[in-house]
């Protein structure tokens, strides 16, 4: 597109020569395999253009335009359905290597997943900088964030299962308690952080015996690329596999059979909605959901303001406003809200816009032009309503490159009000009473989390107790986020259905199965014979290391 000749945002993009060596992809990638029951076949059909967020500029005509970085097969109902077949016949109603294997030697598979993950860490991260556009920074503390969380999980399942490593004897009963998989799972992730957000529900998935089927994000699919031979050394065939294929096209189709027992997905309510009224028979599909977000800051007259203004703004504008985590609405008292855009736009004009190989780069382009076209819809909306932008250059944009907005003042009726804006636009509303700061989160369809600035223990302390019936986390002082991940990770209302983190979400892949006997001598015999000649993988009493 032509450079607007009234803004410098297009000078960020660099030309073709400019880009530093050492971010370079080496080449494009051009993914013509896919992993299916635990063979990678070559694709020879139709494929999908990967852009980057990341544009070039023609220094002599100053048109910017998207660098191409490879492409990905384009598939069909065909595939998809071999994909799901490949997954319920490595499960084989439960009978499969996968489901039946040893806790032990599971967690032995995913080690040797993680090693070779691991070793292709360059390359996945040079992928997700790439292809969404996260800071390298990010991109560097993405993976390595996801190999922890594998290591966490895998040391609850080992606390887990040696908790259920003896019997257990009641009112005459002798009975084993095991968690057990639930078949076959659909998994998505989401663009914003498809390797960390994917793999906190495909890792848990594995862990507990499922096999999977799963769909890349449309933004962050080369990501995997790397993977394709790791999923197929270290685990059985059918396990895992892939499907690059419009979601539109493929998901509903998948479910429609009622082969799928889990939908594993980060995503929207209105798509989630859609997808589980796909199933044949709805109660027998667990839905494992992290959807839609309008976290709110409440930030009362007595917060430390300096303080609000740090936090709402890296909770606002972190990945540029594009986490689900992030904060959408800030809610400010009227008595200080002069002082706090203020101090809060002055922070915003020193964060660094660019590209994201860039140190300390704070602010990179999104995924495509239409989602700069959505923020200014957004923001021409609420300018007709009566809004304004507070910010110098809120709102200019070229191309992918979108410099923040703060609008204010926000209003029932505007999109900003009640629209989760995913992006880096800064809605900002005041209130008077509390009580109107506490309608806002009570009327909304979203229920994930807010953040509260006060000093006022009493007053904070009021608040807390009816926040907490309407989400599912409440930070003091400090902006929305999702770690550790050993804390729960869940929504109310339209926001989430289930619960993640290192614990929950192996509960949230399995299901409480058990062995029982009547306490007499021959079955107390039966039952150390199975244990004593390791006759059985569910009746033991080994003790993971």
Avoid at 99 to 104: E, F, K, L, R
Avoid at 300 to 327: H, I, M, Y
Avoid at 406 to 427: A, D, I, S, W
Wanted: with cysteine.
């Amino acid at each position: 597109m032509k450079i607007d000749r009234n803004s410098q945002l297009a000078l960020h993009f660099p030309a073709p020569n400019e880009i530093p060596a050492e971010h370079r992809l080496s080449a494009p990638v051009h993914q013509r395999g896919f992993l299916i029951d635990g063979q990678i076949p070559a694709w020879n059909g139709p494929f999908k253009t990967v852009f980057s967020p990341v544009c070039t500029r023609d220094p002599s005509t100053g048109d910017v335009s998207q660098i191409e970085i490879g492409s990905y097969p384009l598939m069909s109902e065909v595939q998809s359905d071999a994909a799901l077949d490949a997954a319920v016949a490595a499960y084989d109603s439960g009978r499969g290597k996968w489901p039946t294997m040893t806790v032990a030697d599971r967690i032995a598979c995913m080690h040797k997943f993680v090693n070779g993950m691991v070793e292709r860490r360059q390359a996945i991260v040079n992928l997700i900088m790439w292809e969404i556009g996260k800071s390298l920074a990010d991109s560097l503390k993405e993976f390595d964030r996801t190999v922890e969380y594998i290591q966490a999980t895998i040391e609850a399942l080992k606390d887990m299962d040696n908790g259920h490593s003896r019997f257990m004897v009641v009112e005459g009963t002798i009975g084993q308690v095991r968690r057990t998989p639930l078949g076959v799972v659909l998994c998505m992730g989401p663009y914003n952080y498809p390797l960390n957000e994917t793999f906190c529900t495909l890792i848990p998935a594995l862990l507990m015996g499922n096999t999977v089927v799963l769909k890349p994000p449309q933004y962050g699919t080369l990501l995997f690329e790397p993977l394709l031979e790791v999923f197929r050394d270290a685990f059985p065939p059918g396990v895992v596999n892939t499907i690059y294929a419009p979601g539109a096209l493929v998901v509903p189709r998948m479910l429609a059979t009622g082969k799928v027992n889990v939908l594993a997905l980060i995503g929207s309510s209105r798509v989630a909605d859609h997808l589980k009224k796909q199933h044949p028979k709805s109660h027998r599909l667990r839905a494992v959901l992290g959807l839609d977000a309008k976290n709110a800051a409440i930030v009362l007259p007595d917060a430390d303001l300096d303080l609000a203004v740090k936090e709402c703004l890296l909770g606002a504008l972190s990945f540029n406003g594009q986490r689900c985590t992030a904060l959408k609405m800030l809610i400010v008292h009227r008595s200080v809200v002069d002082t706090f855009l203020e101090r809060f736009t002055a922070e915003l004009a020193r964060l660094k816009l660019g590209m994201p190989w860039e140190a300390g780069v704070q602010i990179t382009p999104l995924p495509g032009p239409h989602r700069t076209a959505y923020m200014t819809e957004a923001i021409e909306d609420a300018k007709a309503r009566g809004a304004r932008v507070v910010n110098e250059g809120g709102g200019d944009f070229c191309s992918t490159l979108f410099y923040p907005a703060v609008v204010y003042p926000v209003r029932e009726g505007m999109k900003l009000y009640r629209e989760e804006q995913f992006g880096p636009v800064v809605p900002v509303m005041t209130f008077d009473a509390v009580e109107e700061a506490l309608d806002y989160v009570i009327t909304s369809d979203h229920g994930q989390q807010v953040s509260i600035f006060g000093s006022d223990a009493g007053q904070i302390g009021a608040l807390v107790d009816p926040l907490v019936n309407q989400v599912c986390r409440v930070n003091i002082n400090c902006q929305c986020q999702r770690g550790p991940d050993v804390f729960p990770f869940a929504g109310r209302k339209d926001s989430a259905e289930g619960t993640l983190s290192v614990s929950d979400a192996l509960r949230a892949f399995s299901i409480r199965s058990m062995v029982a006997a009547k306490q007499t001598a021959p079955n107390r015999e039966l039952l150390n014979t199975i244990v004593r000649e390791h006759q059985s993988k569910f009746i033991n009493t080994d003790f993971i290391l």
